[in-house]
């Protein structure tokens, strides 16, 4: 048993060695590299002398990115040719790369060839299922250390069941590169929004003023611009309605100058509509006839501003820089 107290000493030392570094991230894809183990075979395969073995070994593997890994390796024993093994093991690791050190859990089938004279007859040849448990860790980018023990009872063989131990170290080269860490960026604090100015705006008023003559509901062609400046105001802005008031002087009785005021505001009207293209529907018309007289009905200047038919649009519009 002095041997496995040799291993068992290796082991820590080499973990607190590799403990001591930083923890580099686990790789994947194909490892090949050397193992030595050491059996401790059960005491009725053995008629005299120790029960004790060092196996050399190589191990070639396939690890996945999901932690399970399969292996397989031979070994011959150290020193002689007393003891030969072939084993498939599946491994299966726990925890984060992270951690400097990952256990991992073992199982699989191991062949045993002994040819020691101290070896019952019906042991010569046997298989064993096997199960342990170790850690490992990534010394550097491309070598991990390895270490586990394990159980193995026999499958095949004299039918005795036996139950050997084992304590197994291993050194490992992975040919794929190790992942690339994630680069954590501290994230700068965003900008603070700015204040959006609110555009400035401005309202706009056009104002129509049709004058008549006397006695007529006739719109003079004197009156285009003013008509027209109305018109492209309620194509640019279709939200605007316009209402026409039509006004007479106070020449003639109440009830035909009511009449003459409703004709002249629904001249102005069919004015928009067939010369300008403005739909009828957006244009409202009332007349006051004689009763909202803005200047004085016994001149005739003033009685030729009460004849008339007038109109205002508002509307807001975004002031040019």
């Known amino acids: 048993m002095n041997k496995y107290v040799a291993m068992a000493s290796a082991t820590v030392l080499a973990g607190a060695m590799a403990g001591a570094a930083a923890p580099v991230n686990a790789n994947d894809g194909f490892y090949f590299g050397p193992s030595i183990t050491g059996y401790y075979l059960d005491s009725d395969r053995v008629t005299r002398g120790h029960n004790e073995s060092y196996v050399g070994g190589l191990n070639l593997g396939y690890r ?4 399970w890994a399969i292996e397989f390796g031979a070994g011959r024993e150290v020193g002689g040719d007393d003891m030969d093994v072939a084993k498939l093991d599946i491994l299966h690791w726990f925890g984060e790369d992270t951690q400097s050190w990952r256990p991992y859990l073992v199982f699989g089938a191991a062949y045993y060839e002994l040819d020691d004279n101290n070896i019952n007859p019906g042991e010569t040849y046997s298989t ?46 992975y040919f794929n590169a190790p992942p690339v860490a994630a680069a954590v960026v501290a994230a700068e604090p965003a900008p603070a929004p700015q204040p959006v100015a609110a555009p400035e705006t401005r309202t706009i008023t056009v104002r129509l003023n049709v004058e008549f003559e006397f006695d ?9 611009d003013e008509l027209k400046a109305v ?3 309620m194509k640019a802005h279709d939200d605007i309605d316009l209402v026409l008031e039509g006004h007479t002087d106070a020449r003639g009785t109440d009830k035909y100058n009511q009449s003459l005021s409703e004709r002249r505001a629904a001249a102005v009207k069919v004015k928009l509509a067939e ?3 403005i739909n009828p529907s957006r244009i409202s018309t009332i ?6 007289p803005i200047a004085d009905n016994k001149t005739d200047e003033g009685r030729a501003r009460n004849r008339r038919v007038i109109g205002e649009l508002s509307f807001t519009e975004v002031a040019p820089n």
């Open 64 to 67: 996945g990115t999901n932690d």
């Open 128 to 173: 064993q299922g096997s199960l342990g448990v170790g850690m490992s860790t990534m010394v550097s980018d491309h070598w991990e250390f390895r270490s586990d023990v394990r159980a193995l009872h026999e499958l095949h063989g004299n039918g005795s069941s036996n139950i050997d131990g084992a304590l197994n170290l291993a050194l490992n080269y």
């Open 216 to 224: 007529k509901a006739v719109v003079r062609a004197i009156y285009g």
């Open 231 to 233: 018109a492209e105001a």
């Open 275 to 277: 010369m300008y293209g």
């Open 287 to 292: 007349g006051y006839g004689e009763s909202k």
